[in-house]
């Protein structure tokens, strides 16, 4: 593919990110989208026939780029799963202090198309999901945690939950809050009857 062309795609995709981000799906129209693009609608429809193409394009990139690094969040795992945990929900504090944070794009898309369980978006949104939680799954495994795909689920029902609560009622505090249950649940985990064991799955840190 020509580089021209290619730096043309990326262009669409990058307005196209900005426009889905700001206004939704049924409220982003592909004049606007062409237009913040710099190219024609002709043009935008030679690279991609419809806007549904267009949005799985968006995410597809997205999610390649979020997986471009070993650790997606930017944070190392140091095998202190506590330390994860405390980092993980500092950064979710950090980036839903930016000004008109609107939380995930992938949970925002696919619920606008709740009514559409077999759109091109929807299933690039739960392979990202799917993804993201496997990389959780994994850090809590190399911290030696037993049942970490189990402790996975429940870290990203605590992250969902918590950037959920924070774009409906504004109050970052549900980061802090979301920390605090994942460390109970880490320290405390469920044995395979449901009950709280008693003995706790991994090491506190000590900060310095």
């Not at 979020?66 to 969040?73: G, I, L, V």
């Not at 605590?158 to 994942?182: H, K, N």
């Not at 044995?191 to 706790?200: D, L, V």
Request: charged share 25%.
């Amino acid at each position: 593919m020509p580089r021209s062309t290619i730096e043309t795609r990326e262009k669409i995709l990058h307005a196209a990110f900005r426009q889905f981000r700001k206004t939704g799906f049924f409220r982003s129209g592909i004049d606007e989208i062409a237009a913040a693009s710099g190219v024609t609608k002709r043009t935008l429809y030679n690279h991609f026939p419809s806007k549904d193409d267009l949005l799985a394009a968006v995410l597809e990139a997205q999610h390649k780029r979020f997986f471009m690094t070993p650790d997606p969040y930017g944070i190392s795992p140091t095998g202190d799963a506590l330390r994860f945990i405390d980092d993980l929900f500092r950064e979710l504090v950090v980036w839903s202090s930016k000004a008109k944070w609107a939380g995930s794009g992938y949970t925002r898309l696919a619920m606008e198309l709740t009514d559409l369980p077999g759109h091109p978006a929807r299933l690039i949104a739960r392979r990202h999901k799917s993804a993201v939680e496997t990389y959780l799954s994994g850090v809590l495994a190399d911290a030696g945690l037993d049942h970490p795909d189990e402790r996975g689920r429940e870290l990203m029902l605590l992250i969902e939950g918590a950037m959920l609560m924070i774009v409906i009622r504004g109050d970052r505090s549900y980061a802090d809050a979301a920390a605090a249950a994942a460390r109970t649940l880490l320290m405390h985990p469920r044995t395979t009857s449901g009950s709280i064991a008693a003995e706790p799955a991994a090491r506190s840190h000590e900060t310095t």
